[in-house]
């Protein structure tokens, strides 16, 4: 089956990628190697307090979202706009697909699937 459209939602830990069309939807769960998931800047230190981007974690996503012609890209924090830092430096093609990058919490895969269906209907009016 053809899946033409993807949404991709994203956090520090895990991403899940639905291929999708009006019919029907094909879902994949990815999840980082990181053993670093969260740590605290300390007063005085150097840096942001933050691990450095997996980028095998962002490549292993970015193969995901290969052979689609739309992505949208959403998720709760900052890794959504690192996952589009990543995609622009090291996978341009795929990057030039995203349409947007948006903000969503925690959703249900079915709840995406559903945000995304009616993201692509609108854009797709637009053209």
Request: hydrophobic share 45%; net charge negative.
């Amino acid at each position: 089956m053809s899946f033409n459209h993807v949404v991709a939602w994203i956090d520090h830990t895990q991403a899940h990628v639905i291929h999708f069309n009006a019919e029907a939807a094909d879902s994949e769960v990815i999840k980082t190697v990181s053993t670093h998931p969260h740590l605290h800047a300390k007063s005085g230190a150097v840096g942001a307090g933050r691990a450095p981007e997996s980028t095998a974690y962002f490549d292993d996503v970015a193969r995901a979202l290969g052979g689609a012609t739309e992505i949208l890209i959403v998720g709760p924090a900052q890794e959504k706009l690192e996952l589009m830092k990543h995609l622009l430096k090291h996978h341009p093609a795929v990057a030039g697909c995203v349409m947007s990058v948006e903000s969503a919490d925690h959703p249900s895969d079915g709840q995406l699937l559903k945000y995304a269906r009616k993201y692509f209907l609108k854009a797709d009016m637009l053209r």
